[in-house]
């Protein structure tokens, strides 16, 4: 199945550009089917934080948790997650958090997005496993790639 997702982004410094993904939300517009995860350690953010602004990082990410929270509510009185609300927060957002644009990604369901989409674009330097909405991945299998070893004359 077609879904989307953006990768929540932590900027501490918007004339600096730096950025640390922070998580990701997923899911399916024609189902309602949407999932966020954040990483499970906050170190690599914390060495960017010069300005001490994590912590409102951090709160959106638990506000946009919260949001999705009450869409699964019986009387959803919130805006629907979708990937033109992702992509209206997209262009709005281009402070201390950004979402990226939405992308799309194939997968089975909203959580099996979040796992390819941590695999390959985000980077938890102590992930936990288990399910839920703030669960990392472990580690890829295989060694970071590196430059091949420099011949010795000889």
């Given amino acids: 199945m077609a879904l989307s997702f953006s990768l929540i ?3 501490p410094d918007p004339a600096r550009g730096e ?21 499970s350690s906050l170190k690599r953010a914390k ?7 994590l912590p409102q990082a951090t709160a959106f ?6 949001h999705i929270a009450a869409l699964e509510e019986l009387a959803p009185t919130a805006e629907p997650i979708s990937s033109q609300f992702l992509a209206a927060r997209s262009a709005e957002m281009q402070n201390i958090v950004q979402l990226t644009p939405p992308t799309p990604v194939v ?13 390959q674009l985000v980077l938890d330097e102590t ?4 399910t839920g909405s703030q669960v990392g991945l472990s580690a890829p299998a295989s060694p970071p ?7 010795s004359p000889g």
Avoid at 19 to 39: K, Q, T
Avoid at 127 to 130: A, D, L, R
Avoid at 145 to 151: D, E, F, G, K, L
């Fill in 145 to 151: 790639r590196t430059h091949p070893p420099q011949r």
């Fill in 47 to 53: 060495a960017l934080d010069n300005r001490g602004v």
């Fill in 9 to 11: 982004r932590f900027v």
């Fill in 19 to 39: 950025f640390v993904n922070i998580g990701a939300i997923a899911g399916d517009d024609a189902s309602g089917d949407w999932e966020l995860r954040v990483v």
């Fill in 107 to 119: 997968a089975d369901s909203a959580e099996a997005a979040l796992e390819l989409v941590f695999e």
């Fill in 61 to 66: 990410a638990a506000e946009l948790q919260d």
């Fill in 127 to 130: 992930p936990t496993s288990g």
